[in-house]
């Protein structure tokens, strides 16, 4: 495929990368009151935590969020809202120990993390005419891996993935650099008041005393994810996570949308030479965006209705996309 224009901009005043990354954050209003939360009990014992926006709608979205995130993070709730309001079902899967309830078994997920997905998809997609999945930052690598590693349903229709890390080890590297600083270092805190919550949960498990010297996001999962997940080789790791391998095994319609001021991606995650000589890659690079917030003002985000044109145009599951501009 040609790679696609879209021609998004930002607001005037939201005017680099770092604003448009931190804006909605901040802008976007949470309704707790959105989903109704269901617990999925699984054969190991533990259990999925699914936030559904249930209506007998026809159609399912499953959407997964990125690293630390929830169904009630900005990029996660404003899809979940918009498609509802179309007529979609909506089922946001959080990765185990990122629900409101921490899981019973210690779990460290990663980008390669498909099991999950799969066991979802196998439990649900059979209810519905047809299936997308959409995935934003790591959780779009998870969806991406998933849909390349994994038999899947005749009604999976699509796949969005929204800043996604293609390129794992690179991305982390920027995420470590010191411009990117706030960060990094936000997501050290969450992951390491994970890391104590569960060592609480099953003494034992981890170092803590390694913990504290851990100061990149790097070293985390040199250190963490990636031996508590069971890779003995760092590039084992990596190579697990990263989607930009499987990108030329998916066979249905897939739209990647990275920006390109998005600061937490390198120059790799920029799939351009496979989108050109793929049939089901669509490749968006707007200029402007940041990283999974793609403003529209401080309170809404352009992700919704650029999905929403390539299911109707690409897909051809909407047929009736005639709302909002043109891009």
Known sequence: MPIVQSYYRPP???FNRH????????GVKRDNTLYQTEKLELADGDFLELDWIRAGNDKLMML??????????HYVQQMAQHFSALGWDILAMHA??????????????HGGSTNDIE?????YAEKYHSLVLVGFSLGANMSLNF????STPTNLRAIAAFSAPCDLQKSEQEIDRFVNRIYSQK??????NKVRKLETQHPGIFDLNKLEQIISVQGF???????????SALDDFYSAGSSLDSLAKIRIPTLLVNAKNDPFLSDTSYPIDLARTSDYLFLDIPKHGGHSAFPISAEKSWMPNRLEKFLAEEVKILNDWSRGPKF
């Open 187 to 192: 997501f050290l805190l969450k992951l390491k």
């Open 19 to 26: 604003l448009q990354t931190i804006a909605p954050v901040f």
């Open 12 to 14: 005037a005043y939201l």
């Open 147 to 150: 849909v390349a590693r994994h």
């Open 119 to 123: 066991i979802v998809v196998n439990e």
């Open 221 to 231: 999962s040199e250190n963490f994810t990636a031996p508590f997940c069971g890779f």
């Open 64 to 73: 997964f969020h990125g690293l630390e995130g929830n169904s009630r993070s």
């Open 96 to 109: 185990r120990s990122c629900g409101r309830e921490m899981n019973r078994l210690p779990v460290l997920y």
